[in-house]
């Protein structure tokens, strides 16, 4: 069966990086593009990017251009999502989605990164 | 960026309830939308995707409709686990922006 399973909760000072991943199994990982979406405490989904394990390709939303980076191993089937230069204001549970056509179908279970000096 | 507006943000029903959730699109997105339901401390479910079509697993009295740019979640008898929060979500162009979403509560 398809899995995302993610890394354990973080806890960071402001100004530091974060990496959380996302293993995947029960399927071909090169075949799906990797999403990556956030939600801050009580609050809304926002889409972050997405990766192809395939190739590598990136797209970021333009909020967190040149403060994330998405990398993959494929290897270990394991997608990464690196955060930069970290505020109180990127508290949230972020999640790894797989895309299904034009749907993410799969998600993995969150990662709680947590921002406080 | 394609703004998604969903309507209402809440909502109170009752078990055998028929719901309606409404999603507008800023601008016309064919039929790449797609809804998600969410639990308290859980990840996001799909739901349906291409605006009207059931993702497998989902019950059957889960539906959604529209095109272009104006798109409905239906439930037709509500059910004590379909207590949740909604979202929207456009796939048309990235970044693939959703809805603020729809919290639905026990009247």
């Known amino acids: 069966q398809v899995q995302l399973v993610q890394s354990g909760a973080e806890v960071k000072k402001p100004g530091a990086s974060v990496k959380v991943s996302c293993k995947a199994s029960?399927?071909?990982?090169?075949?799906?593009?990797i999403h990556w979406v956030r939600q801050a405490p009580g609050q809304g989904l926002e889409w972050m990017g997405w990766?192809?394990?395939?190739?590598?390709?990136?797209e970021y939303a333009r909020k967190f251009q040149g403060r994330v980076t998405l990398t993959r191993d494929t290897s270990i089937t394991t997608a990464y999502m690196e955060l930069r230069t970290l505020t109180s204001d990127d508290t949230a549970l972020y999640y790894c989605?797989?895309?299904?056509?034009?749907?993410?179908?799969?998600w993995g279970q969150g990662t709680l990164v947590t921002v406080s000096s | 960026d394609i703004q998604m507006t969903q309507s209402p943000s809440s909502l109170s029903a009752s078990v055998g309830d028929r719901v309606t959730i409404t999603c507008r699109a800023s601008?016309?997105?064919?039929?790449?939308l797609n809804w998600y339901q969410q639990k308290p401390g859980k990840a996001p479910k799909l739901l349906i995707y291409?605006?009207?079509s059931l993702q497998s697993g989902v019950p059957s009295r889960f539906s959604g409709s529209g095109s272009g740019t104006d798109f409905t979640l239906t439930i037709s008898s509500l059910q004590p686990e379909d207590f949740a929060t909604y979202y929207c979500?456009?796939?048309?162009?990235?970044?693939?922006?959703f809805g603020q979403g729809t919290k639905l509560a026990i009247k």
């Open positions: 989605a797989r895309l299904m056509g034009d749907r993410l179908d799969y």
């Open positions: 029960g399927y071909t990982f090169t075949g799906y593009h």
């Open positions: 990766i192809n394990p395939n190739s590598g390709a990136t």
């Open positions: 601008q016309s997105i064919s039929t790449y």
């Open positions: 291409a605006a009207s």
């Open positions: 979500q456009q796939s048309y162009s990235t970044p693939h922006t």
